[in-house]
């Protein structure tokens, strides 16, 4: 299991887009109103902020070394059409205060950062590209933001979107550069936010040892996401990995190849409440599951600029693991190596947050987690702990070995479903 090293995945790197975002200093265009048509016509032939709405066209690559290329603020119902040119900049694009905008057929180009949206509404990315030079930033980075589609772009860095809802990411193609640092997390991450989606996306983390994606696909602190779909291979940790409590959220049909410590789990601040996770195919990894719990209940804290309540409450309870499949395991057959592992038995505080809380058994709810129709490979049968985990056996569950977990965890017959 990987440690905190460059993994503890909120918002930390929230930030830096706004900072580079401030200091920008380019100039405004507005244009005369067409009179003929709803929209005038407007061409861009050089780095602007777009102010008033309109339909824009790319005309040629425009470029700035030091500042944001193009910025679209406080205005509505804009459309950009860069016609296969390419825009470069410090970040190179950047969408403020502003609803209903359209962007197709770009080429972004950043320098440092990438594309970021503030406190916007209905954006929508359409046969994009998006390439990055300095990997340790975020290409794609989002706060704020409701409504957002992202749908058949090329997208060669993370993306990163914080407090933001409605987002819909689909069919894109996901591609990490090759790198000799570590990323920082994720190629897709949804931080504390409701209501979005990541569907039939191809990720490719290109990893190497350590080096190149972390993770697919991550969702922290997030309530009734769906996350289907999509193939995600050559990450250098899991294919989807949780953190703090998600809620009411779907992760179904995901296909994961690759990805050494587990195809989906969490631990750090993990909690899990009433989600599905089914028809998951796990292929080449040491564990199919891998849900644990590392530190304590989180005090009441700030995250770019936002006040989030404190944890009152370990869950895991009233989910559901129905038809997942485990191909490939890297390890079998050793003793105490299981083909997953539910280890919710809380060790307290590790003070990695100032004020955290001790975890016992009065803020503890483990209940009613139901497993169906699962396939968990050839291995030792999954590990579930502690005893009062609330796992139910839905039947039909296919495991290894059970006998070699008996004396040394599960007193006989204590096994909590019935392995075929």
Request: glycine share 8%; charged share 15%.
């Amino acid at each position: 299991m990987q440690y905190m090293t460059n993994q503890i995945k909120s918002i930390v790197l929230a930030s830096f887009l706004l900072v580079v975002l401030i200091s920008v200093c380019t100039a405004s265009v507005v244009f005369a109103e067409d009179t003929g048509s709803k929209f005038q016509k407007k061409e861009v032939d050089s780095c602007m902020t777009i102010n008033t709405p309109g339909a824009y066209r790319l005309t040629h690559d425009i470029i700035n070394n030091s500042e944001t290329c193009l910025i679209i603020s406080d205005t509505k119902n804009v459309s950009l059409d860069c016609q296969g040119n390419m825009v470069t900049g410090m970040p190179s694009f950047y969408i403020n205060n502003s609803s209903n905008v359209s962007i197709k057929s770009c080429i972004f180009n950043s320098l440092q950062g990438g594309v970021g949206i503030d406190a916007s509404e209905k954006i929508n990315f359409t046969k994009n590209i998006f390439n990055p030079t300095n990997l340790l930033y975020y290409n794609i980075l989002i706060n704020d933001t409701t409504n957002v589609s992202l749908t058949q772009n090329k997208i060669n860095a993370p993306y990163q979107q914080n407090f933001s809802s409605g987002a819909v990411i689909k069919n894109n193609v996901f591609i990490a550069p090759q790198a000799d640092v570590q990323w920082p997390s994720a190629l897709i991450t949804f931080n504390y936010g409701s209501g979005n989606k990541a569907l039939n996306n191809i990720i490719d983390g290109n990893a190497s040892g350590n080096n190149g994606a972390d993770d697919g696909i991550l969702t922290v602190d997030e309530s009734n996401d769906t996350i289907s779909n999509n193939t995600i291979k050559n990450v250098w940790d899991c294919g989807i990995e949780t953190l703090g409590l998600v809620e009411n959220s779907t992760f179904s049909n995901n296909t994961i190849t690759h990805a050494p410590v587990c195809g989906i789990g969490g631990w750090y601040w993990n909690s899990l409440k009433n989600n599905i996770f089914s028809n998951n195919v796990i292929d080449d990894s040491n564990l199919m599951f891998d849900f644990s719990r590392t530190y304590g209940l989180r005090p009441e804290r700030e995250e770019a600029g936002h006040i989030v309540p404190a944890d009152t409450t370990l869950y895991f309870s009233d989910n559901t693991f129905t038809g997942n499949v485990f191909l490939h395991p890297r390890i079998t057959g050793t003793q105490f190596v299981y083909s997953s592992y539910f280890n919710i038995n809380s060790v307290g505080v590790y003070n990695i947050l100032p004020g955290e809380q001790v975890i016992d058994e009065t803020n503890m709810i483990l209940d009613n987690n139901i497993f169906k129709n699962n396939n968990f490979g050839d291995g030792i049968a999954p590990l579930f702990w502690p005893l009062s985990l609330g796992v139910i056996d839905g039947g039909g569950n296919e495991c290894g070995s059970v006998l070699s977990l008996e004396p040394y965890i599960y007193a006989l017959g204590e096994y909590p479903i019935d392995c075929q």
